[in-house]
């Protein structure tokens, strides 16, 4: 036989070998398909045709009864042992994970078998010895095992027939058997066994060796990649070796199982060497149909697989402690915008170098953008996946050794009470396992800070702080309403910014003041038996520095913050003194300060330690309190004023003609919310409202406008407060606006609800901007009376502009950026960018209100946690842990039992805006020559242990321990007021407001643009002292109790233009007149 005679020869038994491995597959497959098919026609004929005799017969036969037991023996059997195949292929027994893990094994093993046959070319079919064939054999024996079971145990065989699984059987398991029979090895279709990877994922997750999402999707994407990779170059390796069937094999190649996974490697990755390439026509549709879906596998896969195998293994690591140098913990809402927000805010609290790592526990693994920013503050940041829940985590951040733990809150959650539980249970955590670590917690809902309180190891004197965004933010505009502009002054004053003056501002006056804030320090001992006055106008005058209220420890429950006490009280030993300074350089001159050594100098900036002063400590002192008759009522705590519970019948307004044009000088609060709404606490919005500290004529009414239904929601939790109103309307209508006589209002405020209406942030606030602008284009023109007060204010008035009525508006936004929509300036001015819209007129006028402005105050709680006091003493209007535990009890005041009252807690300073002007001074001295002297300011029940207080209000001046106030009294009536002139700088003013009235300056509400008084007004706080007044500047002031608001202290402009002279009827009555 000749050698093409051989060649031809092989050439046919090559393709009858092939045809028999090939038709034993299909064999297999496509006559279990017809029989499955054949079986359901089958079903389905005999119910068919049992039916229709059912149905011609008429009647219903019934089945023997041993044919029944029978069926029921049969049913049990079957179940009992369907349920018995399910358990092993679940892996939920012992013998499931076994059978689990050797198919696994064997089909690693068979691929492996598979890769060893791959030596020889696959052309060669001659009989021959092979040792793998028979191991071979057994691993298809008991893939066939397997397969029967997984086919039992199938409750749909026509779906479980097409699984990729049973195809892969199909075309691997018969091949094997005739490969037995036959003596003969052909490769063929048996690289399909690589997608048995593709259980791996499923298999891990039986025997939980992968519990984490990331090992999980790990191990999905590598078995994906593996199989893919595997099974294209078994197929290449099939055609290439063995060529196209049409052309009798004549166009085959010999390539390497290697050269063909360095072949699909290659195109893949879009690289291309060309070094291998296939020639067969087979080989080549396939690579074209290939490169499509490998080139996406490969983009998508492979970066994934390495950002879970080395991008975020950084983040299970463990933080290191660096021996000198402290870290803080910051968890809970950690996402792209609240942690840039807290870089931003607490890299703003140090001009200097950054001492203070930040190490970021977030329960989600950063996304790129988060990635990014961190990256750029990678010097003092570290993040780490991981939760304040598991101790583990806890242990990997070292949370003992740090020096604070910061927990931040989702402000935008549509379910505030959820987040506010979430957030608690992490300071519970925290406190079990660390209860020495001080935690500061954001809290959305006030009546949620209750919970914090049970916490047995939760305690204020280790810092443990509570920042409560409805409390602060509904208390700072509720003070707004009082005194205009106070929200933008307490934020630049309490909360610190990076502002840099830019060239072409055309309002310079707003970047006045913006390095003054509140800092903290211990007063010198040099001060004790001197009284507040005498200690403030020193450290104004000597030191440079405004001293707004001092704190003495006391009770079990906190600090009493005396906010510009009276001349009654004096200071001892150990006080702490809150000032308004540019840095803590100038605070310290007051903890040095040494009459001995200082007395003499001039320059404030040459106070500084000394060496003769003394370091004795506290002594105890004895408390003294003081009581009176008072007619108002009050709440049991004496800090608010209290009435039974009104119906809500009562309190609604009726549209009925033009009565509620009986309304003057009051508030007006826009809501929008709904019956489904989350409750925003307009409680928290009342109660700084109706403070102790105003007499009950002071008292304004307040009228809520905004649906019904949810007004009788919060009804309940503020039904104890006096003068409150409720109109069923709607701030979109000019109509209902006018029905609450909105003319004559002090202020009006637009309230948003919780609930989110829209995704996008821009229309967050879609409702609360119509509101404003509708309120804005609402015009009045002013009375006769009101036109004379204008022109006592006006100096340079155009006579022939008209005079109009502008009603103040207090705007709450959600979204700090939708600010450009209300103040048109913002576009249309290119020197403020938009993380600057601070800088703006609308907000440094107080107009605007945004949720993100107290984004900072967990930064200046961190640095000094007595400055969330103070704010929460002036902005929440007397508010006690006394006061929170009955509201968390009862979600109600309880009213006084008895009329005597404590004076103390009454007496308390108030926040104003006082005109400069004489008839505020003639009328000062009036009030406080009738009333005698104030009483202590301060924010608790009883006086504090170190302090006393001698006199009550009906004392008469010549019992006044104090001869200094005997010779102030002389000179205040001697005094001549001319010589109190608005050309005064602010320092004249300063002392003379002090030493004359006992009221306290500390920043100027100044008009934009002179002459017009009707423009918009820029805060100045703290005023150098040589700075210039104008004479429609107003002052921002603090109060005596005896002095009343309504009188000229509460006169700004818009009162001017709207007859705010006006005395304020009795409420009461009014109230009745209205709603007849």
């Given at each position: 036989?000749?050698?093409?005679?051989?060649?031809?020869?092989?050439?046919?038994?090559?393709?009858?070998?092939?045809?028999?491995?090939?038709?034993?597959?299909?064999?297999?497959?496509?006559?279990?398909?017809?029989?499955?098919?054949?079986?359901?026609?089958?079903?389905?004929?005999?119910?068919?045709?049992?039916?229709?005799?059912?149905?011609?017969?008429?009647?219903?036969?019934?089945?023997?009864?041993?044919?029944?037991?029978?069926?029921?023996?049969?049913?049990?059997?079957?179940?009992?042992?369907?349920?018995?195949?399910?358990?092993?292929?679940?892996?939920?027994?012992?013998?499931?994970?076994?059978?689990?893990?050797?198919?696994?094994?064997?089909?690693?093993?068979?691929?492996?078998?598979?890769?060893?046959?791959?030596?020889?070319?696959?052309?060669?079919?001659?009989?021959?010895?092979?040792?793998?064939?028979?191991?071979?054999?057994?691993?298809?024996?008991?893939?066939?095992?397997?397969?029967?079971?997984?086919?039992?145990?199938?409750?749909?065989?026509?779906?479980?027939?097409?699984?990729?699984?049973?195809?892969?059987?199909?075309?691997?398991?018969?091949?094997?058997?005739?490969?037995?029979?036959?003596?003969?090895?052909?490769?063929?279709?048996?690289?399909?066994?690589?997608?048995?990877?593709?259980?791996?994922?499923?298999?891990?997750?039986?025997?939980?060796?992968?519990?984490?999402?990331?090992?999980?999707?790990?191990?999905?994407?590598?078995?994906?990649?593996?199989?893919?990779?595997?099974?294209?170059?078994?197929?290449?390796?099939?055609?290439?070796?063995?060529?196209?069937?049409?052309?009798?094999?004549?166009?085959?190649?010999?390539?390497?199982?290697?050269?063909?996974?360095?072949?699909?490697?290659?195109?893949?990755?879009?690289?291309?060497?060309?070094?291998?390439?296939t020639k067969t026509s087979l080989g080549r549709i396939f690579m074209i149909f290939f490169i499509?879906?490998?080139?996406?596998?490969?983009?998508?896969?492979?970066?994934?697989?390495?950002?879970?195998?080395g991008g975020n293994q950084q983040y299970e690591e463990s933080y290191e402690i660096v021996r000198?140098?402290?870290?803080?913990?910051?968890?809970?809402?950690?996402?792209?915008?609240?942690?840039?927000?807290?870089?931003?805010?607490?890299?703003?609290?140090?001009?200097?170098?950054?001492?203070?790592?930040?190490?970021?526990?977030?329960?989600?693994?950063?996304?790129?953008?988060?990635?990014?920013?961190?990256?750029?503050?990678?010097?003092?940041?570290?993040?780490?996946?991981?939760?304040?829940?598991?101790?583990?985590?806890?242990?990997?951040?070292?949370?003992?050794?740090?020096?604070?733990?910061?927990?931040?809150?989702?402000?935008?959650?549509?379910?505030?009470?959820?987040?506010?539980?979430?957030?608690?249970?992490?300071?519970?955590?925290?406190?079990?396992?660390?209860?020495?670590?001080?935690?500061?917690?954001?809290?959305?809902?006030?009546?949620?800070?209750?919970?914090?309180?049970?916490?047995?190891?939760?305690?204020?004197?280790?810092?443990?702080?509570?920042?409560?965004?409805?409390?602060?933010?509904?208390?700072?505009?509720?003070?707004?309403?009082?005194?205009?502009?106070?929200?933008?002054?307490?934020?630049?004053?309490?909360?610190?910014?990076?502002?840099?003056?830019?060239?072409?501002?055309?309002?310079?006056?707003?970047?006045?003041?913006?390095?003054?804030?509140?800092?903290?320090?211990?007063?010198?001992?040099?001060?004790?038996?001197?009284?507040?006055?005498?200690?403030?106008?020193?450290?104004?005058?000597?030191?440079?520095?405004?001293?707004?209220?001092?704190?003495?420890?006391?009770?079990?429950?906190?600090?009493?913050?005396?906010?510009?006490?009276?001349?009654?009280?004096?200071?001892?030993?150990?006080?702490?003194?809150?000032?308004?300074?540019?840095?803590?350089?100038?605070?310290?001159?007051?903890?040095?300060?040494?009459?001995?050594?200082?007395?003499?100098?001039?320059?404030?900036?040459?106070?500084?330690?000394?060496?003769?002063?003394?370091?004795?400590?506290?002594?105890?002192?004895?408390?003294?309190?003081?009581?009176?008759?008072?007619?108002?009522?009050?709440?049991?705590?004496?800090?608010?004023?209290?009435?039974?519970?009104?119906?809500?019948?009562?309190?609604?307004?009726?549209?009925?003609?033009?009565?509620?044009?009986?309304?003057?000088?009051?508030?007006?609060?826009?809501?929008?919310?709904?019956?489904?709404?989350?409750?925003?606490?307009?409680?928290?919005?009342?109660?700084?409202?109706?403070?102790?500290?105003?007499?009950?004529?002071?008292?304004?009414?307040?009228?809520?406008?905004?649906?019904?239904?949810?007004?009788?929601?919060?009804?309940?939790?503020?039904?104890?407060?006096?003068?409150?109103?409720?109109?069923?309307?709607?701030?979109?209508?000019?109509?209902?606006?006018?029905?609450?006589?909105?003319?004559?209002?002090?202020?009006?405020?637009?309230?948003?609800?919780?609930?989110?209406?829209?995704?996008?942030?821009?229309?967050?606030?879609?409702?609360?901007?119509?509101?404003?602008?509708?309120?804005?284009?609402?015009?009045?023109?002013?009375?006769?009376?009101?036109?004379?007060?204008?022109?006592?204010?006006?100096?340079?008035?155009?006579?022939?502009?008209?005079?109009?009525?502008?009603?103040?508006?207090?705007?709450?936004?959600?979204?700090?950026?939708?600010?450009?929509?209300?103040?048109?300036?913002?576009?249309?001015?290119?020197?403020?960018?938009?993380?600057?819209?601070?800088?703006?007129?609308?907000?440094?006028?107080?107009?605007?209100?945004?949720?993100?402005?107290?984004?900072?105050?967990?930064?200046?709680?961190?640095?000094?946690?007595?400055?969330?006091?103070?704010?929460?003493?002036?902005?929440?209007?007397?508010?006690?842990?006394?006061?929170?535990?009955?509201?968390?009890?009862?979600?109600?005041?309880?009213?006084?039992?008895?009329?005597?009252?404590?004076?103390?807690?009454?007496?308390?300073?108030?926040?104003?805006?006082?005109?400069?002007?004489?008839?505020?001074?003639?009328?000062?001295?009036?009030?406080?020559?009738?009333?005698?002297?104030?009483?202590?300011?301060?924010?608790?029940?009883?006086?504090?242990?170190?302090?006393?207080?001698?006199?009550?209000?009906?004392?008469?001046?010549?019992?006044?321990?104090?001869?200094?106030?005997?010779?102030?009294?002389?000179?205040?009536?001697?005094?001549?007021?001319?010589?109190?002139?608005?050309?005064?700088?602010?320092?004249?003013?300063?002392?003379?407001?002090?030493?004359?009235?006992?009221?306290?300056?500390?920043?100027?509400?100044?008009?934009?643009?002179?002459?017009?008084?009707?423009?918009?007004?820029?805060v100045i706080a703290r005023p150098a002292s040589n700075f210039k007044m104008l004479p429609t500047?107003?002052?921002?002031?603090?109060?005596?109790?005896?002095?009343?608001?309504?009188?000229?202290?509460?006169?700004?402009?818009?009162?001017?233009?709207?007859?705010?002279?006006?005395?304020?009827?009795?409420?009461?009555?009014?109230?009745?007149?209205?709603?007849?």
């Open positions: 036989m000749t050698n093409t005679e051989f060649s031809e020869d092989r050439t046919h038994c090559t393709k009858y070998v092939q045809l028999a491995f090939i038709i034993s597959s299909l064999s297999v497959f496509l006559g279990g398909l017809f029989l499955i098919l054949a079986a359901r026609v089958a079903k389905y004929a005999y119910g068919f045709i049992s039916e229709c005799i059912r149905r011609t017969k008429g009647t219903h036969t019934h089945n023997p009864p041993w044919l029944s037991r029978k069926k029921q023996i049969s049913i049990r059997w079957k179940g009992a042992f369907l349920e018995l195949v399910e358990m092993m292929l679940s892996a939920q027994t012992a013998v499931g994970r076994v059978l689990v893990i050797l198919v696994f094994l064997l089909s690693i093993g068979s691929l492996i078998i598979y890769f060893i046959n791959c030596a020889s070319p696959v052309e060669y079919y001659q009989s021959f010895t092979d040792n793998t064939l028979s191991v071979d054999m057994s691993f298809n024996a008991f893939f066939l095992f397997y397969f029967g079971l997984r086919f039992v145990a199938a409750d749909n065989k026509l779906r479980f027939w097409l699984e990729l699984n049973s195809i892969v059987d199909f075309f691997t398991i018969p091949p094997v058997c005739v490969s037995y029979y036959l003596k003969r090895n052909w490769l063929g279709l048996r690289f399909l066994r690589a997608l048995r990877l593709l259980e791996l994922p499923k298999i891990l997750q039986f025997l939980k060796i992968t519990k984490t999402s990331n090992s999980i999707k790990l191990s999905k994407l590598l078995a994906a990649f593996l199989s893919t990779w595997l099974t294209a170059a078994g197929f290449i390796h099939l055609v290439e070796n063995t060529g196209d069937p049409w052309v009798n094999h004549q166009n085959s190649q010999y390539l390497s199982y290697f050269d063909c996974l360095y072949l699909i490697m290659v195109t893949m990755s879009t690289v291309g060497f060309g070094d291998v390439v499509i879906g490998g080139l996406v596998l490969f983009a998508n896969f492979i970066p994934e697989i390495v950002d879970i195998v000198g140098r402290k870290y803080i913990v910051v968890c809970g809402d950690i996402t792209l915008e609240s942690a840039t927000a807290f870089l931003r805010n607490f890299l703003a609290q140090d001009t200097g170098d950054i001492c203070t790592e930040i190490v970021f526990l977030g329960e989600t693994l950063p996304s790129l953008e988060l990635e990014t920013v961190l990256k750029c503050y990678s010097a003092y940041t570290t993040f780490f996946h991981g939760s304040v829940l598991n101790y583990a985590d806890l242990k990997r951040v070292a949370m003992g050794s740090a020096d604070a733990c910061l927990i931040l809150a989702d402000t935008c959650s549509s379910d505030p009470y959820v987040e506010d539980t979430s957030n608690i249970m992490r300071v519970l955590s925290v406190k079990n396992h660390y209860p020495k670590t001080r935690v500061i917690i954001q809290i959305i809902q006030s009546h949620n800070k209750v919970y914090l309180s049970n916490i047995p190891n939760w305690d204020w004197r280790r810092g443990d702080s509570i920042i409560c965004f409805a409390e602060l933010k509904l208390g700072f505009i509720a003070q707004s309403c009082l005194v205009p502009g106070l929200s933008t002054l307490l934020r630049t004053l309490f909360i610190r910014r990076k502002n840099t003056m830019r060239k072409g501002l055309r309002h310079r006056n707003v970047f006045e003041g913006n390095d003054y804030k509140v800092m903290t320090r211990w007063l010198s001992n040099d001060f004790v038996d001197m009284t507040f006055p005498d200690v403030c106008r020193l450290c104004f005058v000597k030191l440079d520095l405004v001293l707004l209220a001092i704190e003495f420890r006391s009770g079990i429950h906190g600090n009493s913050i005396l906010v510009n006490p009276s001349a009654q009280i004096k200071l001892h030993r150990n006080t702490m003194g809150f000032f308004i300074a540019k840095s803590r350089v100038q605070v310290k001159r007051a903890h040095f300060y040494c009459k001995a050594c200082h007395s003499d100098i001039d320059k404030p900036e040459l106070i500084k330690k000394c060496h003769c002063r003394s370091k004795s400590r506290t002594k105890a002192f004895t408390a003294v309190t003081t009581e009176e008759h008072s007619n108002d009522l009050l709440d049991s705590t004496g800090m608010f004023h209290w009435c039974e519970a009104v119906p809500l019948e009562q309190a609604v307004l009726k549209r009925k003609g033009q009565t509620t044009s009986l309304l003057h000088g009051h508030i007006v609060v826009c809501i929008f919310g709904d019956a489904n709404s989350t409750l925003i606490g307009l409680r928290n919005f009342v109660m700084p409202l109706r403070a102790s500290n105003f007499t009950y004529q002071e008292l304004k009414d307040i009228v809520f406008v905004g649906s019904l239904e949810y007004m009788k929601r919060e009804w309940k939790f503020i039904q104890n407060f006096p003068k409150l109103l409720l109109f069923p309307g709607s701030a979109l209508a000019c109509g209902d606006l006018k029905a609450v006589n909105i003319r004559c209002c002090t202020m009006c405020t637009i309230l948003s609800s919780n609930l989110r209406a829209s995704t996008n942030p821009t229309l967050v606030d879609t409702e609360s901007i119509l509101a404003t602008l509708n309120i804005r284009s609402m015009q009045f023109k002013c009375s006769s009376t009101s036109r004379e007060a204008v022109g006592r204010v006006r100096t340079l008035e155009n006579e022939s502009e008209p005079s109009y009525k502008r009603i103040p508006v207090i705007t709450e936004l959600k979204a700090t950026s939708n600010i450009q929509f209300i103040d048109q300036h913002i576009n249309s001015d290119p020197h403020i960018p938009g993380q600057k819209l601070h800088l703006t007129t609308t907000v440094s006028s107080g107009a605007i209100f945004s949720d993100s402005f107290l984004d900072s105050l967990l930064s200046t709680t961190y640095c000094n946690h007595h400055v969330l006091a103070l704010l929460q003493t002036l902005v929440t209007g007397g508010t006690s842990p006394e006061l929170e535990e009955q509201l968390a009890e009862k979600n109600m005041l309880n009213g006084s039992s008895s009329s005597m009252m404590y004076m103390a807690p009454r007496a308390r300073c108030k926040l104003a805006l006082v005109p400069l002007s004489k008839r505020l001074f003639t009328d000062s001295l009036t009030l406080v020559l009738c009333h005698v002297m104030p009483m202590p300011l301060r924010t608790s029940a009883r006086w504090p242990e170190g302090y006393t207080a001698t006199s009550t209000i009906s004392t008469p001046v010549k019992q006044y321990h104090e001869s200094r106030e005997s010779e102030r009294l002389a000179v205040m009536r001697d005094q001549d007021l001319s010589e109190i002139s608005p050309a005064d700088s602010f320092g004249d003013i300063y002392c003379k407001a002090l030493d004359l009235f006992g009221i306290l300056c500390f920043g100027i509400y100044r008009l934009v643009e002179e002459p017009n008084p009707y423009n918009p007004r820029c500047d107003l002052l921002f002031c603090v109060v005596p109790f005896s002095t009343s608001t309504t009188s000229a202290l509460s006169v700004c402009e818009e009162d001017l233009s709207t007859g705010g002279h006006q005395s304020q009827t009795d409420s009461s009555g009014q109230q009745q007149e209205v709603r007849r």
